[in-house]
Protein backbone atom coordinates (compact mmCIF):
# COMPACT_ATOMS: atom_id res chain seq x y z
CA UNK A 1 0.00 0.00 0.00
CA UNK A 2 2.72 2.46 1.25
CA UNK A 3 4.55 1.59 -2.57
CA UNK A 4 0.81 2.73 -4.10
CA UNK A 5 0.66 5.69 -2.30
CA UNK A 6 4.33 7.09 -2.64
CA UNK A 7 3.28 6.19 -6.78
CA UNK A 8 0.28 8.92 -6.13
CA UNK A 9 2.44 11.54 -4.15
CA UNK A 10 5.37 11.60 -7.16
CA UNK A 11 2.64 11.56 -9.54
CA UNK A 12 1.23 14.54 -7.74
CA UNK A 13 3.96 16.48 -7.32
CA UNK A 14 4.94 16.33 -11.31
CA UNK A 15 1.66 16.74 -12.17
CA UNK A 16 2.27 20.05 -9.74
CA UNK A 17 5.24 21.29 -10.92
CA UNK A 18 3.79 20.66 -14.70
CA UNK A 19 1.48 22.87 -13.40
CA UNK A 20 3.68 25.59 -11.90
CA UNK A 21 6.00 25.32 -15.24
CA UNK A 22 2.70 25.92 -17.43
CA UNK A 23 2.07 28.65 -15.41
CA UNK A 24 5.29 30.02 -16.17
CA UNK A 25 5.13 29.48 -19.35
CA UNK A 26 1.98 31.23 -19.73
CA UNK A 27 3.56 34.18 -17.39
CA UNK A 28 6.79 34.08 -19.95
CA UNK A 29 4.31 34.11 -23.12
CA UNK A 30 2.29 36.93 -21.92
CA UNK A 31 5.35 38.64 -21.36
CA UNK A 32 6.98 38.37 -24.79
CA UNK A 33 3.28 39.03 -26.18
CA UNK A 34 3.72 41.89 -24.09
CA UNK A 35 6.75 43.16 -25.08
CA UNK A 36 6.39 41.95 -28.49
CA UNK A 37 2.77 44.13 -28.74
CA UNK A 38 5.27 47.24 -26.93
CA UNK A 39 8.01 47.11 -29.38
CA UNK A 40 5.43 46.91 -32.39
CA UNK A 41 3.54 49.91 -30.87
CA UNK A 42 6.71 51.66 -30.18
CA UNK A 43 8.04 51.01 -33.99
CA UNK A 44 5.00 52.73 -35.04
CA UNK A 45 5.49 55.56 -32.82
CA UNK A 46 8.83 55.79 -33.87
CA UNK A 47 8.20 55.63 -37.97
CA UNK A 48 5.23 58.93 -37.40
CA UNK A 49 7.90 60.91 -35.72
CA UNK A 50 10.37 60.24 -38.65
CA UNK A 51 8.00 60.87 -41.02
CA UNK A 52 6.27 64.22 -39.22
CA UNK A 53 9.97 65.49 -39.14
CA UNK A 54 10.88 69.36 -39.40
CA UNK A 55 14.37 70.09 -40.05
CA UNK A 56 15.31 73.71 -40.46
CA UNK A 57 16.55 72.99 -44.11
CA UNK A 58 13.00 71.23 -44.94
CA UNK A 59 11.71 74.37 -43.61
CA UNK A 60 13.50 76.54 -45.51
CA UNK A 61 12.33 74.73 -48.55
CA UNK A 62 8.75 75.04 -47.55
CA UNK A 63 9.15 78.97 -47.33
CA UNK A 64 10.59 79.16 -50.55
CA UNK A 65 8.17 77.06 -52.16
CA UNK A 66 5.22 79.46 -50.53
CA UNK A 67 6.97 82.31 -51.65
CA UNK A 68 7.09 80.90 -55.37
CA UNK A 69 3.27 79.80 -55.03
CA UNK A 70 2.61 83.58 -53.61
CA UNK A 71 4.23 85.09 -56.34
CA UNK A 72 1.96 83.23 -59.11
CA UNK A 73 -0.95 83.70 -57.20
CA UNK A 74 -0.44 87.08 -57.86
CA UNK A 75 0.44 86.91 -61.29
CA UNK A 76 -2.91 85.28 -62.85
CA UNK A 77 -6.27 83.87 -61.36
CA UNK A 78 -5.96 79.96 -61.25
CA UNK A 79 -2.57 80.14 -61.46
CA UNK A 80 -1.29 78.44 -58.22
CA UNK A 81 -3.16 76.25 -55.19
CA UNK A 82 -2.55 79.89 -53.45
CA UNK A 83 -5.87 81.82 -54.13
CA UNK A 84 -4.09 85.22 -53.52
CA UNK A 85 -7.92 86.79 -53.38
CA UNK A 86 -7.90 90.86 -53.57
CA UNK A 87 -9.82 91.83 -50.50
CA UNK A 88 -10.39 95.42 -52.46
CA UNK A 89 -9.20 96.81 -48.90
CA UNK A 90 -6.66 99.62 -49.72
CA UNK A 91 -7.55 101.56 -46.35
CA UNK A 92 -6.35 100.01 -43.49
CA UNK A 93 -8.05 101.84 -40.05
CA UNK A 94 -6.44 104.84 -38.86
CA UNK A 95 -7.62 105.11 -35.91
CA UNK A 96 -9.97 108.12 -36.37
CA UNK A 97 -13.50 106.08 -36.92
CA UNK A 98 -16.27 107.13 -35.02
CA UNK A 99 -19.72 106.24 -34.17
CA UNK A 100 -21.15 102.65 -33.18
CA UNK A 101 -20.94 99.97 -35.74
CA UNK A 102 -21.44 96.06 -35.40
CA UNK A 103 -20.23 93.42 -36.90
CA UNK A 104 -20.76 89.47 -37.72
CA UNK A 105 -18.19 86.99 -37.19
CA UNK A 106 -19.33 83.56 -38.86
CA UNK A 107 -15.90 81.80 -39.23
CA UNK A 108 -16.88 78.17 -38.41
CA UNK A 109 -19.02 76.24 -35.93
CA UNK A 110 -19.80 79.62 -33.69
CA UNK A 111 -20.89 82.88 -34.92
CA UNK A 112 -20.69 86.19 -32.84
CA UNK A 113 -22.70 89.47 -33.26
CA UNK A 114 -20.52 92.68 -32.06
CA UNK A 115 -22.03 96.22 -31.74
CA UNK A 116 -18.61 98.68 -31.17
CA UNK A 117 -18.81 102.36 -30.58
CA UNK A 118 -15.70 104.22 -31.65
CA UNK A 119 -14.46 107.52 -30.18
CA UNK A 120 -11.69 109.00 -32.78
CA UNK A 121 -8.41 109.34 -32.23
CA UNK A 122 -8.97 110.28 -28.85
CA UNK A 123 -11.15 107.87 -27.22
CA UNK A 124 -10.35 104.62 -29.29
CA UNK A 125 -12.99 101.79 -28.83
CA UNK A 126 -15.20 103.43 -26.08
CA UNK A 127 -17.32 100.35 -25.46
CA UNK A 128 -17.76 97.00 -26.90
CA UNK A 129 -20.43 94.01 -26.53
CA UNK A 130 -21.03 90.86 -28.66
CA UNK A 131 -23.50 87.96 -28.26
CA UNK A 132 -22.29 84.21 -29.37
CA UNK A 133 -24.29 80.80 -30.76
CA UNK A 134 -23.42 77.86 -32.07
CA UNK A 135 -24.93 76.83 -35.11
CA UNK A 136 -26.48 73.84 -35.02
CA UNK A 137 -24.67 70.76 -37.54
CA UNK A 138 -27.98 70.57 -39.60
CA UNK A 139 -27.83 74.15 -40.76
CA UNK A 140 -23.92 73.02 -41.58
CA UNK A 141 -25.15 70.98 -44.69
CA UNK A 142 -28.98 72.00 -45.05
CA UNK A 143 -29.80 75.29 -47.56
CA UNK A 144 -28.42 79.10 -47.94
CA UNK A 145 -31.75 80.51 -46.58
CA UNK A 146 -32.33 78.17 -43.31
CA UNK A 147 -28.61 79.14 -42.62
CA UNK A 148 -29.01 82.90 -43.02
CA UNK A 149 -32.28 83.22 -41.61
CA UNK A 150 -31.01 81.31 -38.41
CA UNK A 151 -28.11 84.57 -37.89
CA UNK A 152 -30.44 87.41 -39.00
CA UNK A 153 -32.59 86.66 -36.09
CA UNK A 154 -29.83 86.11 -33.73
CA UNK A 155 -28.72 89.82 -35.25
CA UNK A 156 -32.39 90.74 -34.88
CA UNK A 157 -32.64 89.86 -30.99
CA UNK A 158 -29.54 91.55 -30.37
CA UNK A 159 -30.01 94.78 -31.79
CA UNK A 160 -33.26 94.50 -30.34
CA UNK A 161 -31.99 94.31 -26.89
CA UNK A 162 -29.57 97.58 -27.06
CA UNK A 163 -29.85 100.67 -24.88
CA UNK A 164 -31.00 103.84 -26.69
CA UNK A 165 -27.54 105.60 -26.71
CA UNK A 166 -26.78 103.06 -29.23
CA UNK A 167 -29.79 104.07 -31.71
CA UNK A 168 -28.68 105.54 -35.18
CA UNK A 169 -29.62 109.21 -35.55
CA UNK A 170 -32.17 109.70 -37.38
CA UNK A 171 -32.44 109.13 -41.56
CA UNK A 172 -28.89 106.56 -40.97
CA UNK A 173 -28.89 103.19 -41.33
CA UNK A 174 -27.05 100.45 -38.93
CA UNK A 175 -23.57 99.68 -40.69
CA UNK A 176 -22.16 95.94 -40.27
CA UNK A 177 -18.64 94.79 -41.12
CA UNK A 178 -19.41 90.27 -42.33
CA UNK A 179 -16.38 88.58 -41.70
CA UNK A 180 -16.98 85.35 -43.11
CA UNK A 181 -13.98 82.91 -43.02
CA UNK A 182 -14.53 81.03 -45.96
CA UNK A 183 -13.21 81.01 -49.38
CA UNK A 184 -14.72 84.13 -51.24
CA UNK A 185 -14.25 85.57 -54.62
CA UNK A 186 -14.52 89.06 -53.75
CA UNK A 187 -16.02 91.55 -56.06
CA UNK A 188 -16.00 95.05 -54.14
CA UNK A 189 -15.43 95.90 -50.83
CA UNK A 190 -19.08 94.52 -49.85
CA UNK A 191 -19.96 92.05 -52.42
CA UNK A 192 -18.34 88.34 -53.15
CA UNK A 193 -19.41 84.78 -54.32
CA UNK A 194 -18.56 81.96 -52.32
CA UNK A 195 -15.85 79.92 -53.78
CA UNK A 196 -16.18 76.57 -51.73
CA UNK A 197 -16.94 75.78 -48.17
CA UNK A 198 -14.64 74.71 -45.88
CA UNK A 199 -14.18 73.41 -41.95
CA UNK A 200 -17.09 70.70 -42.40
CA UNK A 201 -19.50 73.03 -44.00
CA UNK A 202 -21.29 71.96 -46.86
CA UNK A 203 -24.08 73.79 -48.20
CA UNK A 204 -24.52 73.30 -52.20
CA UNK A 205 -26.88 76.27 -53.10
CA UNK A 206 -25.16 78.78 -51.29
CA UNK A 207 -21.52 77.66 -53.75
CA UNK A 208 -20.94 81.13 -56.70
CA UNK A 209 -24.03 83.00 -54.73
CA UNK A 210 -23.05 86.75 -53.72
CA UNK A 211 -22.82 86.40 -49.37
CA UNK A 212 -23.68 89.84 -48.85
CA UNK A 213 -26.96 89.62 -51.42
CA UNK A 214 -27.51 86.00 -49.06
CA UNK A 215 -27.38 87.83 -45.78
CA UNK A 216 -29.05 91.51 -46.40
CA UNK A 217 -32.06 89.27 -48.07
CA UNK A 218 -32.20 87.44 -44.79
CA UNK A 219 -32.23 90.33 -42.62
CA UNK A 220 -35.21 91.75 -44.72
CA UNK A 221 -36.67 88.80 -44.16
CA UNK A 222 -36.08 89.39 -40.47
CA UNK A 223 -36.96 92.76 -40.34
CA UNK A 224 -33.45 94.11 -39.58
CA UNK A 225 -32.46 97.67 -41.03
CA UNK A 226 -28.69 97.22 -41.48
CA UNK A 227 -26.31 97.44 -44.53
CA UNK A 228 -23.74 95.30 -45.11
CA UNK A 229 -20.39 98.39 -45.38
CA UNK A 230 -17.73 95.52 -45.75
CA UNK A 231 -17.29 91.98 -46.26
CA UNK A 232 -13.77 90.81 -44.97
CA UNK A 233 -12.83 87.17 -43.57
CA UNK A 234 -11.20 86.51 -40.36
CA UNK A 235 -7.73 87.22 -41.31
CA UNK A 236 -8.20 90.50 -42.81
CA UNK A 237 -10.25 91.80 -39.47
CA UNK A 238 -7.34 90.75 -37.27
CA UNK A 239 -5.10 92.55 -40.02
CA UNK A 240 -7.41 95.65 -39.54
CA UNK A 241 -7.91 95.22 -35.71
CA UNK A 242 -3.69 94.88 -35.62
CA UNK A 243 -3.73 97.95 -37.71
CA UNK A 244 -5.95 100.09 -35.50
CA UNK A 245 -3.63 99.64 -32.39
CA UNK A 246 -0.17 98.73 -33.89
CA UNK A 247 0.69 100.93 -37.28
CA UNK A 248 3.41 98.59 -37.65
CA UNK A 249 0.92 95.29 -38.30
CA UNK A 250 1.44 94.12 -42.08
CA UNK A 251 0.35 90.49 -41.76
CA UNK A 252 -2.33 88.37 -39.78
CA UNK A 253 -2.28 84.61 -39.36
CA UNK A 254 -5.50 82.96 -38.06
CA UNK A 255 -4.81 79.62 -36.42
CA UNK A 256 -8.53 78.02 -34.97
CA UNK A 257 -10.16 75.58 -36.51
CA UNK A 258 -8.93 75.91 -39.69
CA UNK A 259 -6.07 78.63 -40.90
CA UNK A 260 -5.42 81.61 -43.02
CA UNK A 261 -2.80 84.51 -43.65
CA UNK A 262 -3.04 87.88 -45.04
CA UNK A 263 -0.74 90.81 -45.82
CA UNK A 264 -0.27 94.25 -47.12
CA UNK A 265 0.54 94.13 -50.99
CA UNK A 266 2.24 96.71 -52.93
CA UNK A 267 -0.64 97.32 -55.56
CA UNK A 268 2.19 97.60 -58.40
CA UNK A 269 3.06 93.82 -57.75
CA UNK A 270 -0.30 92.02 -58.16
CA UNK A 271 -0.35 92.04 -62.10
CA UNK A 272 -3.78 90.17 -62.13
CA UNK A 273 -5.17 93.67 -60.35
CA UNK A 274 -6.38 95.29 -63.74
CA UNK A 275 -8.31 97.94 -61.73
CA UNK A 276 -7.23 101.43 -61.09
CA UNK A 277 -4.37 101.67 -58.95
CA UNK A 278 -5.92 102.42 -55.45
CA UNK A 279 -4.84 105.98 -53.96
CA UNK A 280 -3.02 104.35 -50.49
CA UNK A 281 -0.68 102.33 -53.57
CA UNK A 282 -1.52 98.91 -51.35
CA UNK A 283 -3.72 96.00 -51.19
CA UNK A 284 -4.51 93.58 -48.70
CA UNK A 285 -4.57 90.31 -49.68
CA UNK A 286 -6.41 87.18 -48.70
CA UNK A 287 -3.61 84.48 -49.76
CA UNK A 288 -6.26 81.30 -48.42
CA UNK A 289 -2.82 79.95 -47.40
CA UNK A 290 -4.55 76.60 -46.21
CA UNK A 291 -4.72 75.45 -49.82
CA UNK A 292 -0.86 75.67 -49.97
CA UNK A 293 0.99 72.65 -51.01
CA UNK A 294 4.44 71.35 -51.54
CA UNK A 295 6.46 68.34 -52.10
CA UNK A 296 8.85 69.54 -48.78
CA UNK A 297 5.31 69.28 -46.90
CA UNK A 298 6.39 66.29 -44.17
CA UNK A 299 2.77 63.75 -45.45
CA UNK A 300 2.59 60.70 -43.82
CA UNK A 301 0.02 57.57 -44.64
CA UNK A 302 -2.38 59.06 -41.51
CA UNK A 303 -2.97 62.90 -43.11
CA UNK A 304 -3.35 60.80 -47.19
CA UNK A 305 -5.89 59.33 -45.23
CA UNK A 306 -7.70 61.68 -43.15
CA UNK A 307 -7.33 63.86 -47.05
CA UNK A 308 -9.24 60.83 -49.00
CA UNK A 309 -12.19 60.13 -46.45
CA UNK A 310 -12.44 64.30 -45.91
CA UNK A 311 -15.36 66.56 -47.46
CA UNK A 312 -13.17 68.08 -49.43
CA UNK A 313 -10.16 65.75 -50.86
CA UNK A 314 -7.22 67.00 -52.37
CA UNK A 315 -7.95 70.65 -50.85
CA UNK A 316 -6.95 71.99 -47.99
CA UNK A 317 -3.26 70.00 -47.38
CA UNK A 318 -1.81 72.80 -45.10
CA UNK A 319 -4.79 73.32 -43.41
CA UNK A 320 -5.06 69.50 -42.69
CA UNK A 321 -1.81 69.04 -40.95
CA UNK A 322 -1.58 72.53 -39.01
CA UNK A 323 -5.07 73.73 -37.65
CA UNK A 324 -7.06 72.77 -35.48
CA UNK A 325 -9.81 70.69 -36.95
CA UNK A 326 -7.67 68.32 -37.91
CA UNK A 327 -5.26 68.07 -35.01
CA UNK A 328 -6.49 65.68 -32.83
CA UNK A 329 -7.86 63.36 -35.62
CA UNK A 330 -4.21 62.65 -36.73
CA UNK A 331 -3.52 61.26 -33.29
CA UNK A 332 -6.68 59.29 -33.25
CA UNK A 333 -5.74 57.80 -36.39
CA UNK A 334 -2.29 57.12 -35.03
CA UNK A 335 -3.85 55.74 -31.54
CA UNK A 336 -6.31 53.44 -33.70
CA UNK A 337 -3.33 51.95 -36.04
CA UNK A 338 -1.60 51.31 -32.64
CA UNK A 339 -4.81 49.67 -30.64
CA UNK A 340 -5.13 47.72 -34.28
CA UNK A 341 -1.42 45.97 -34.60
CA UNK A 342 -0.22 46.23 -31.22
CA UNK A 343 -3.12 46.00 -28.91
CA UNK A 344 -1.84 48.84 -27.74
CA UNK A 345 -4.89 49.77 -25.07
CA UNK A 346 -5.36 45.92 -24.37
CA UNK A 347 -7.08 43.22 -26.51
CA UNK A 348 -9.80 44.75 -27.50
CA UNK A 349 -9.75 47.90 -29.90
CA UNK A 350 -11.79 50.43 -28.03
CA UNK A 351 -15.17 50.98 -29.92
CA UNK A 352 -14.83 54.70 -29.63
CA UNK A 353 -11.43 54.83 -31.26
CA UNK A 354 -13.01 54.18 -34.36
CA UNK A 355 -15.00 57.05 -34.40
CA UNK A 356 -13.68 59.70 -36.79
CA UNK A 357 -13.29 63.60 -35.17
CA UNK A 358 -14.00 61.98 -31.66
CA UNK A 359 -10.96 63.16 -30.43
CA UNK A 360 -10.92 67.08 -30.78
CA UNK A 361 -8.08 69.28 -30.69
CA UNK A 362 -9.00 71.31 -27.47
CA UNK A 363 -8.89 67.52 -25.62
CA UNK A 364 -5.68 67.02 -27.69
CA UNK A 365 -3.67 70.21 -26.05
CA UNK A 366 -5.30 69.47 -22.54
CA UNK A 367 -3.25 65.87 -22.49
CA UNK A 368 -0.29 68.01 -24.09
CA UNK A 369 0.21 69.88 -21.10
CA UNK A 370 -1.05 67.32 -18.13
CA UNK A 371 2.16 68.25 -16.03
CA UNK A 372 0.61 65.63 -13.18
CA UNK A 373 3.58 63.30 -12.02
CA UNK A 374 0.93 60.46 -13.19
CA UNK A 375 -0.39 62.34 -16.04
CA UNK A 376 -3.91 62.29 -14.79
CA UNK A 377 -5.62 64.73 -16.97
CA UNK A 378 -4.56 61.90 -19.96
CA UNK A 379 -5.78 58.96 -18.34
CA UNK A 380 -9.36 60.84 -17.21
CA UNK A 381 -9.49 61.83 -21.23
CA UNK A 382 -8.64 59.13 -22.52
CA UNK A 383 -11.47 57.82 -19.96
CA UNK A 384 -14.04 60.13 -20.77
CA UNK A 385 -13.82 60.56 -24.24
CA UNK A 386 -12.78 56.99 -25.65
CA UNK A 387 -14.20 54.89 -22.54
CA UNK A 388 -10.02 53.18 -22.17
CA UNK A 389 -11.19 52.47 -18.33
CA UNK A 390 -7.49 51.92 -17.14
CA UNK A 391 -4.05 52.77 -19.12
CA UNK A 392 -0.30 52.47 -17.40
CA UNK A 393 1.73 55.74 -17.09
CA UNK A 394 3.83 54.07 -19.95
CA UNK A 395 1.08 53.99 -22.29
CA UNK A 396 -0.25 57.89 -20.89
CA UNK A 397 3.35 59.28 -21.94
CA UNK A 398 3.33 57.72 -25.31
CA UNK A 399 0.24 59.39 -26.06
CA UNK A 400 1.39 63.04 -24.43
CA UNK A 401 4.98 62.16 -26.97
CA UNK A 402 2.15 61.57 -29.58
CA UNK A 403 0.33 65.32 -29.10
CA UNK A 404 4.11 66.23 -29.36
CA UNK A 405 5.09 65.30 -32.37
CA UNK A 406 2.00 66.68 -33.99
CA UNK A 407 1.72 69.69 -32.99
CA UNK A 408 5.33 70.21 -33.52
CA UNK A 409 4.81 69.68 -37.19
CA UNK A 410 2.06 71.68 -37.47
CA UNK A 411 3.40 74.47 -35.57
CA UNK A 412 6.72 74.27 -37.47
CA UNK A 413 5.06 74.52 -40.75
CA UNK A 414 3.23 77.13 -40.04
CA UNK A 415 6.47 78.98 -39.01
CA UNK A 416 7.55 78.19 -42.35
CA UNK A 417 4.45 79.36 -43.66
CA UNK A 418 4.67 83.26 -42.13
CA UNK A 419 8.81 82.90 -43.35
CA UNK A 420 7.62 82.74 -46.96
CA UNK A 421 5.26 85.48 -46.19
CA UNK A 422 8.21 87.63 -44.75
CA UNK A 423 10.07 86.72 -48.03
CA UNK A 424 7.46 87.52 -50.58
CA UNK A 425 7.29 91.18 -48.58
CA UNK A 426 11.56 91.50 -48.23
CA UNK A 427 11.03 91.92 -44.67
CA UNK A 428 13.07 88.49 -44.37
CA UNK A 429 16.41 90.43 -43.00
CA UNK A 430 16.83 93.01 -40.90
CA UNK A 431 15.98 96.61 -42.30
CA UNK A 432 16.91 100.18 -40.30
CA UNK A 433 14.23 101.12 -38.24
CA UNK A 434 11.83 99.10 -39.86
CA UNK A 435 9.53 96.91 -38.01
CA UNK A 436 7.09 93.99 -38.98
CA UNK A 437 3.99 92.96 -36.58
CA UNK A 438 2.80 89.58 -37.23
CA UNK A 439 -0.69 89.83 -35.67
CA UNK A 440 -1.91 86.33 -34.76
CA UNK A 441 -5.60 85.23 -33.64
CA UNK A 442 -7.68 81.77 -33.57
CA UNK A 443 -8.23 79.57 -30.71
CA UNK A 444 -5.55 77.10 -31.30
CA UNK A 445 -2.93 79.71 -30.97
CA UNK A 446 -4.78 81.19 -28.30
CA UNK A 447 -5.34 78.35 -26.02
CA UNK A 448 -2.59 75.88 -27.11
CA UNK A 449 0.67 77.01 -25.80
CA UNK A 450 2.93 74.40 -26.91
CA UNK A 451 1.51 74.74 -30.40
CA UNK A 452 2.11 78.70 -30.28
CA UNK A 453 5.68 78.64 -28.31
CA UNK A 454 6.87 76.14 -30.58
CA UNK A 455 5.75 78.43 -33.53
CA UNK A 456 7.15 81.61 -31.96
CA UNK A 457 10.48 79.76 -31.47
CA UNK A 458 10.73 77.97 -35.03
CA UNK A 459 9.97 81.47 -36.66
CA UNK A 460 12.90 82.87 -34.32
CA UNK A 461 15.24 79.77 -35.50
CA UNK A 462 14.60 80.09 -39.09
CA UNK A 463 15.03 84.20 -39.16
CA UNK A 464 18.35 84.05 -36.72
CA UNK A 465 20.25 86.42 -34.85
CA UNK A 466 19.48 89.66 -36.10
CA UNK A 467 16.08 90.04 -37.95
CA UNK A 468 14.44 88.48 -35.11
CA UNK A 469 14.46 91.54 -32.77
CA UNK A 470 12.62 93.10 -35.80
CA UNK A 471 9.83 90.74 -36.17
CA UNK A 472 7.20 90.81 -33.42
CA UNK A 473 4.22 88.55 -32.95
CA UNK A 474 1.28 89.59 -30.97
CA UNK A 475 -1.76 88.11 -29.95
CA UNK A 476 -4.58 89.96 -31.48
CA UNK A 477 -7.31 89.03 -29.28
CA UNK A 478 -10.75 89.17 -31.26
CA UNK A 479 -9.02 90.80 -33.71
CA UNK A 480 -11.60 89.18 -36.57
CA UNK A 481 -14.43 90.90 -35.04
CA UNK A 482 -13.72 94.44 -34.26
CA UNK A 483 -12.03 94.67 -37.01
CA UNK A 484 -14.88 94.08 -39.52
CA UNK A 485 -16.41 96.53 -37.38
CA UNK A 486 -13.63 98.62 -38.03
CA UNK A 487 -13.74 98.17 -41.55
CA UNK A 488 -17.71 98.93 -41.85
CA UNK A 489 -16.33 102.34 -39.82
CA UNK A 490 -13.45 103.06 -42.84
CA UNK A 491 -16.23 102.30 -45.31
CA UNK A 492 -19.20 103.69 -43.76
CA UNK A 493 -21.33 106.24 -46.54
CA UNK A 494 -21.48 108.26 -43.92
CA UNK A 495 -18.08 109.48 -43.75
CA UNK A 496 -18.42 112.52 -46.14
CA UNK A 497 -20.51 113.48 -43.38
CA UNK A 498 -17.88 113.70 -40.77
CA UNK A 499 -15.67 115.39 -42.43
CA UNK A 500 -17.55 118.35 -43.72
Not at 19 to 31: N, P, S, Y
Not at 221 to 238: P, Q
Not at 276 to 284: D, Q, R, T
Request: hydrophobic share 40%.
Amino acid sequence: MKEGMGKVAVGAAVIGAAAVVGVAALVVRQRMKTSGRWARAMSIVKEFEEKCGTPEGKLKQVADAMTVEMHAGLASEGGSKLKMLISYVDNLPTGDEEGVFYALDLGGTNFRVLRVQLGGREGGIVHQEFAEASIPPALMCGTSDALFDYIAEKLASFVAEEEQMFQQPPGRQRELGFTFSFPVMQTSINSGTLIRWTKGFSIEDAVTQDVVAELTKALKRKGVEMRVAALVNDTIGTLAGGRYTNKDVAVAVILGTGTNAAYVERAQAIPKWHGPLPKSGEMVINMEWGNFRSSHIPLTEYDHALDVESLNPGEQIFEKITSGMYLGEILRRVLLKMAEEAFFFGDEVPPKLKIPFILRTPEMSSMHHDTSSDLKVVGNKLKEILEISSTSLKTRRVVVELCNIVATRGARLAAAGILGILKKMGRDTLREGEKTVIAMDGGLYEHYTEYSTCLENTLRELLGGETTSSILVEHSNDGSGIGAALLAASHSLYLDEKSS
